[in-house]
Nanobody
Framework: QVQLRESGGGLVQAGGSLRLSCVASGRAVSKYVMAWFRQTPGKEREFVAAVDQRAGEYYGDSVKGRFTVSRDNNKNTAYLQMNALTPADTAVYYC??????????????WGQGTQVGVTS
């Protein structure tokens, strides 16, 4: 079992930045793909980014060039650096873990989410 906990959400003005963290406990995060998804009310959960076990990076089209995903296996933590934020990025952001990279929501483990709000 893996437990995931996100932090770092908050309210920021358009053009600003936030860094989300996802701390894993229970098993070494190095074994897993670590991914980020986001969701707004009434919409499906959307793939944002993922970092695989070899630190390969994957991004959704809407965040390419603005967001950077990374991991620190020594700290059992994954990160999502979000720059040039726009109101369209407002959502609850979820961390997820899995054995392989997929851009659907078929991940084995999920955190509880952290709210990100971007004002215009």
């Amino acid at each position: 079992q893996v437990q995931l906990r996100e932090s770092g959400g908050g309210l920021v003005q358009a053009g600003g930045s936030l860094r989300l963290s996802c701390v894993a406990s229970g098993r070494a995060v190095s074994k897993y793909v670590m991914a980020w998804f986001r969701q707004t009310p009434g919409k499906e959960r959307e793939f944002v980014a993922a970092v695989d076990q070899r630190a390969g990076e994957y991004y959704g089209d809407s965040v390419k060039g603005r967001f950077t995903v990374s991991r620190d296996n020594n700290k059992n933590t994954a990160y999502l650096q979000m720059n040039a934020l726009t109101p369209a990025d407002t959502a609850v952001y979820y961390c997820a873990a899995n054995d392989i990279v997929v851009t659907t929501t078929f991940y084995d483990y999920w955190g509880q989410g952290t709210q990100v709000g971007v004002t215009s």
